[in-house]
């Protein structure tokens, strides 16, 4: 079996050296792209059993599974590779797959595996079940803190003075809005639009009042039931953008997704 990483940011690095390595004497081999060199050096100066490829397409059509952790603008890039040449992924950035849902559903009709790792949030496997039972609405809360958000072009773009909105609602809005404006911290929105079948649901984002919890609040309304989740995540240690939970989220897939087909 031959895996393929693109992006070796935080969860990138953290898939290959908590996963992958567990499996690098039995794979064939492990592709990885970064478009910065620097994060390939690190990986390849780390584990010898990695081979630097030069384009995201030569990932693709020397793989059998690509991890992506890269970004949502990538993932339009990598969509159409992954249908031209049918091979099976899991995708970190969804919010770039609400760019490319057509594709999305191009590959699945293909019966290529798209797999969308819960992240950061616990419970989706509830809302996939009520899905066809018919869900009316659901609502996301995002509580996180000021290095979580600084940076982000919605923060720039309306001139926001984060320190003084302590507690506060920073962006109410859609899915596609809350993606695009907090492209690095939000992807948790884009994979409950997925998994929920609706056309959107709501998104908000408030400034916590603490210095390092990410809390995230997912409220369904169906034909069946009523459903509340609250998950309060530590952000990673490497990246304030991502909590601990979306990174062992990923290596959770992986791991789970090579030992299929390695024994």
């Known amino acids: 079996m031959k895996v393929g990483v693109i992006g070796l940011g935080t969860i990138g690095s953290s898939v290959i050296e908590q996963a992958i390595s567990d499996y690098s004497v ?14 390939i050096d690190l990986i390849l100066n780390k584990y010898e059993w990695t081979k630097e490829l ?22 339009k890039d990598l969509m159409p590779l992954i249908v031209k ?31 969308i790792p819960h992240g950061a949030v616990a419970g989706l ?24 958000l600084e940076g982000s072009p919605y923060i720039i773009e309306n001139n926001i003075d984060l320190h003084s909105l ?9 899915v596609s809005e809350a993606t695009i404006g907090f492209p690095k911290s939000i992807n948790v929105s884009a994979t409950l639009l997925l998994l929920s079948g609706l056309d959107d649901i709501e998104v908000n984002i ?37 909590s601990a939970l979306a990174i062992c989220s990923a290596v959770a897939e992986t791991k789970k997704y090579i030992s299929k087909y390695i024994k």
Do not use: W
């Open 26 to 39: 039995s794979l064939e081999k492990v592709y990885i792209y970064d478009a910065d060199k620097s994060s």
């Open 54 to 75: 030069n384009s995201i397409e030569e990932v693709v059509s020397n793989s059998d599974f690509i991890i992506e952790t890269a970004s949502g603008s990538c993932v």
């Open 85 to 115: 040449y049918r091979k099976n992924v899991l995708i970190m950035s969804t919010g770039g797959l609400l760019k490319v849902r057509e594709l999305l559903s191009q590959a699945r009709d293909r019966g290529v595996d798209v797999v």
């Open 125 to 148: 496997d509830a809302i996939e079940a009520i899905k066809d039972e018919g869900i009316d609405k659901v609502k996301l809360s995002s509580y996180k803190p000021i290095r979580a």
């Open 166 to 174: 302590s507690g506060q609602s920073v962006f109410k809005g859609s």
């Open 206 to 242: 408030y400034l916590s009042e603490g210095e390092s919890i990410i809390t995230h609040i997912i409220e369904v309304e169906s034909k069946i039931s009523k459903l509340k989740f609250e998950c309060k995540n530590f952000p990673s240690r490497s990246n304030p953008k991502t």
